[in-house]
């Protein structure tokens, strides 16, 4: 009778303490992180980029190359032959 007693007080006991443990630290929720960004970019196609934060709505510009993109396409037209038009883009 003394044995189980013990056994029985003992297993109460460890599970108590683990249960105390647990409430402690905190382990018993399982916390979720939000992973969104909370920037977005932009590019202007210019010299600069946008950059918009979506918790504040804040803007900023920043210089994010030396030189504009290059906008202009150059088109190679042969109008020798009657039948098709053949159109070859060069970047």
Do not use: A
Not at 9 to 37: F, M, R, Y
Not at 66 to 87: A, G
């Amino acid at each position: 009778m003394k044995i189980e007693k013990n056994f029985t007080t003992g297993i109460l006991s460890g599970i108590c303490g683990v249960l105390l443990l647990l409430v402690l630290t905190g382990t018993t929720k399982k916390e979720t992180t939000d992973i969104t960004s909370m920037y977005e970019f932009h590019d202007l196609e210019d010299t600069r980029g946008l950059i918009f934060n979506k918790v504040t709505g804040e803007i900023k510009y920043k210089e994010i190359r030396k030189e504009p993109k290059s906008m202009t396409q150059s088109y190679n037209l042969n109008l020798r032959t009657p039948d098709y038009l053949d159109v070859r883009v060069f970047n």
